[in-house]
């Protein structure tokens, strides 16, 4: 959705509240997102303040089963419309009034997500050999034997 954000910059104390879901293009592993949340003016600064709820529908890094995650993540900014010597990650520059929020909430959660997301914390994942899921199954293969181990098992004996 937009927001028109021009009234609220020009008005102290103005706020401007938000509650809608969004879906997210194709091929994203986040499909749509709940946001809550509003864009308010306390004495002349404009700051963005959301909850987001969107679920994570992807698969395992380690082993490719699906993982589905319900999540939240809050999406915080002061918005600017210039920037001064004071630059600070936490300022959002606005490039139009006529305000995309979709884009920001989207940036924002994509961004929180893991780099990394497996299906449980121990994961075993996939056999190297065979294939085979190690969480669902002991496959039994063994790594070839290191020849130099070999050896220096020869030689000990
Ligand atoms: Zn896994
Ligand atoms: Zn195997």
Redesign the pocket.
């Known amino acids: 959705m937009f927001i028109e954000l021009e009234p609220i910059f020009n008005n102290e104390g103005a706020e401007k509240s938000f509650s809608y879901e969004f879906s997210l293009e194709d091929g994203e592993i986040v499909k749509s997102i709940k946001a809550k949340g509003s864009v308010f003016n306390r004495t002349g600064i404009v700051s963005l303040e959301a909850q987001t709820e969107f679920l994570l529908d992807t698969a395992c890094d380690r082993c490719a089963s699906p993982v589905v995650r319900s999540m939240k993540v809050p999406v915080s900014h002061i918005l600017v419309y210039q920037l001064n010597d004071e630059d600070n990650d936490d300022f959002y520059l606005v490039e139009d009034m006529h305000f995309n929020l979709d884009e920001l909430i989207r940036e924002d959660v994509l961004l929180s997500l893991p780099s990394k997301i497996l299906c449980r914390e121990d994961c075993k994942g996939v056999?190297?050999?065979?294939?085979?899921n190690?969480n669902e199954t002991d496959?039994?293969?063994k790594a070839p034997a290191d020849p130099r181990l070999e050896a220096l098992k020869q030689f000990l004996e």
């Open positions: 056999c190297p050999f065979c294939g085979a190690l496959c039994g293969c």
